[in-house]
């Protein structure tokens, strides 16, 4: 926003130059700089300093007191310890509810909770003294006439806005300050404006309910935003009805936005105006207005003219001295606040100043007597704070765990999108339990993923093109509604994995890297339920059933308690099979004991041997291969299906072929020593499941 430097020092006669201006502002209120740059001519240097304009970015909670030069000039005042220049105060216009000349009715009192307005005759309109016109080119105004003008200037000097009309062109000498109805147009005036100006000259829809400001017949005003054409003021205008008001933020900013035309006035209408300042900027104009034009003063309105309710808030040294970490002398305290305009009550207790809308609590106004006393001037200190290490927290170490056992298996992480389209949605979680959001960005992202699997299989597709095989994972949060929509969103830490190869089975090989991760977390007890299985979650009830669309699904148990599943997905490409798994993490992290042995590696050699049987087909592998475990004492390192083969010719059996591992802690196997122990296993399967050696 510009400000002009001249109108600056009127208020406060103590400053030097601009530069000086420029310099407090930035370190005492708000990023200032100057933008009087006279451009740079080619050869002839760099730009130079020049005009009177300085450019200073004021935050939205300050435009209430600091949109005009005067809230400016006060900062700058209290920041230099200098007095301010306020002019003469203005005589009041008045305060009549029901003046003789005109009529105003504010039939929304919500979006407009002040409305004030005043009439004059024997109006003048005329190009501006040179004076006026200045100011207003300064700021980046386009000057029209005297009466415009006016309003424009009232509006740097105080911040308020203020619009004239016609009075003669009003129908009925009437305001009404009403929503809009359906159909209603206006067409806007070709006021003289900076960057901020907008809809000049545009015939504009009203959406209906649009605050405006219209006479007995039709909208004269976008309330707030910018005045019509058809009661502006020309060179033929005699008689004015000037107006300034508040209006409630957020509908002049859904207005602006809605009918795209942003104003100096709707910037500042939209970040809030206090209602104590109308009548004051009314008296401003209307002593301008008597002095250039030569009006005089009509009838005037205002629908609200009682004093606000003061705020009041109470200063404590020792609690400054706690926040701030410094004292603070009393003396400094009162000369600071009283030069913003805050009036000294008993007890400590201050009044704070109605333009002051963004002074609420005691920690607001120890901010603004300390940003004056200076930031540079508070000593330096080091934090007196207890320091303790964090607490451990088992979820991060269970992904740290999950990451470094995946990664040495070949596994790479991927980071997917937490949100996933509907088709996803409907193939990995039944309708019911997905939540899907109320305002979607695209169609590809209108719900929370209630699975990892989707997104996992996706990256599958997208590295099939690339590779014959992929090894991936993801450790991220799934969501679902609990206990049926409405009554609450669970989230639940998840990883998930997805092996997948071209023409190559991979089902038993994520088997066994589930395996590997679970026993690093200190379980033992790890069982697949091939049957369905009453789980512990609603989630990985539901991951068990639909997942995977029932495909080779099972279920993993983990000390006797579902932690997760394992199957095959038949949404994978064209000659690929693609195995998925999810574990839920948090569960998993509860079971774990946290007791995992070691031992060093052995030193001697390990001997494999295969053995190929013959069993029912009504046994269980898993249970034969737990039972050789058992046979082969302490020195059966390991033990695999590495084949298995089923001849419609044989009745009720089928092929299998277990590979041995034996290594001893302590010495070399002989081959005898290890044949014994071969036999010794095959007695047992074969009593135990009737298996016979091939």
Not at 25 to 33: I, W
Not at 335 to 350: E, Q
Not at 448 to 461: E, M
Not at 511 to 529: M, Q, S, V
Request: hydrophobic share 45%; proline share 7%.
């Amino acid at each position: 926003m510009k400000f002009s430097y001249p109108l600056l020092k009127k208020f406060v006669p103590a400053l030097k130059n601009k530069q000086q201006a420029i310099d407090t502002l930035t370190l005492h209120s708000f990023e200032a700089e100057d933008a009087g740059l006279r451009p740079a001519v080619a050869g002839s240097g760099p730009a130079e300093a020049g005009g009177n304009a300085i450019e200073v970015k004021l935050p939205p909670n300050r435009y209430a007191d600091c949109s005009g030069h005067i809230g400016i000039a006060r900062e700058l005042a209290a920041a230099l310890g200098v007095a301010l220049k306020f002019p003469t105060p203005p005589r009041p216009v008045g305060s009549a509810r029901a003046p003789r000349t005109f009529s105003v009715t504010v039939k929304d009192t919500d979006r407009c909770p002040r409305y004030t307005a005043c009439a004059f005759d024997n109006v003048r309109v005329a190009p501006s003294p040179a004076w006026l016109a200045k100011t207003l080119v300064e700021c980046g105004l386009r000057p029209i006439s005297n009466v415009v003008d006016i309003m424009n200037y009232v509006m740097l000097e105080t911040g308020q806005p203020l619009h004239a009309f016609d009075l003669d062109r009003l129908d009925g000498h009437a305001l009404v300050i009403r929503p809009s109805r359906a159909g209603e147009r206006i067409t806007t005036i070709s006021a003289g404006g900076g960057p901020a100006s907008g809809g000049d000259g545009t015939d504009v829809a009203l959406p209906t309910s649009t605050l405006v400001i219209a006479d007995a017949k039709r909208p004269q005003a976008i309330a707030g935003v910018k005045g019509g054409k058809e009661a502006e003021v020309t060179a033929g205008t005699t008689r004015i009805l000037v107006e300034a008001a508040t209006f409630e933020p957020s509908a002049i900013y859904r207005t602006s936005r809605t009918v795209n035309i942003s104003t100096d006035a709707s910037q500042r209408f939209a970040r809030g105006m206090p209602t104590s300042l109308p009548a004051h900027a009314l008296a401003r104009a209307a002593e301008l207005l008597e002095d250039t034009t030569h009006a005089t003063r009509g009838d005037s309105f205002d629908s609200h003219p009682q004093a606000p309710t003061p705020h009041i808030v109470r200063f404590d040294s020792e609690k400054y001295e706690r926040l701030i970490g410094a004292p603070v002398a009393p003396r400094r305290v009162i000369s600071i606040l009283t030069a913003l305009g805050f009036v000294p009550l008993k007890d400590n207790r201050w009044q704070v100043p109605p333009e002051r809308m963004d002074i609420e609590t005691f920690n607001d106004v120890a901010e603004e007597v300390v940003r004056f006393l200076g930031y540079g001037a508070l000593p330096s200190a080091a934090p007196r704070v207890a320091l303790a290490p964090p607490a451990d927290d088992p979820a991060v170490a269970a992904k740290s765990h999950v990451r470094n056992v995946l990664v040495g298996l070949g596994f790479d992480e991927v980071y997917t999108h937490s949100f996933i389209g509907h088709e996803d949605a409907k193939a990995f979680a039944p309708g019911g339990a997905v939540v899907y959001l109320e305002n979607p960005s695209s169609d590809l992202f209108e719900a929370l993923r209630p699975s990892l699997a989707g997104n996992l299989v996706g990256a599958v597709k997208t590295n099939a093109r690339f590779f014959d095989a992929c090894r991936v994972f993801e450790v991220g949060k799934v969501f679902q509604w609990a206990g049926g929509r409405g009554v609450g969103i669970t989230e639940r830490l998840m990883v998930g994995c997805a092996l997948a190869a071209k023409k190559r089975e991979t089902f038993f090989e994520l088997k066994g890297a589930l395996l590997r991760l679970l026993e690093g977390f200190g379980i033992r007890d790890i069982t697949f339920a091939v049957k369905p299985t009453n789980v512990g979650t609603a989630l990985i009830t539901h991951m068990a059933a639909n997942a995977t669309d029932g495909v080779h699904t099972v279920t993993v148990m983990a000390e006797g308690k579902p932690v997760g599943y394992i199957g095959a997905s038949p949404r994978a490409p064209r000659d690929w099979r693609v195995s998925l798994a999810e574990l839920d993490l948090e569960a998993i992290a509860a079971l774990a004991s946290g007791n995992v042995a070691f031992a060093p590696l052995s030193l001697f050699p390990s001997v494999i041997r295969d053995l190929s049987l013959r069993v029912p087909i009504s046994v269980r592998i898993g249970e034969v291969m737990r039972a050789a475990q058992a046979a082969g004492a302490d020195i059966m390192e390991d033990v695999d299906l590495v084949d298995e083969y089923i001849d419609p010719a044989w009745k009720g059996e089928q092929s299998i072929t277990l590979r041995f591992v034996f290594q001893a802690p302590d010495r070399t196997l002989t081959s005898s020593e290890v044949d014994r122990l071969v036999e010794e296993i095959a007695r047992v399967l074969a009593q135990d499941f009737r298996a016979t050696v091939r």
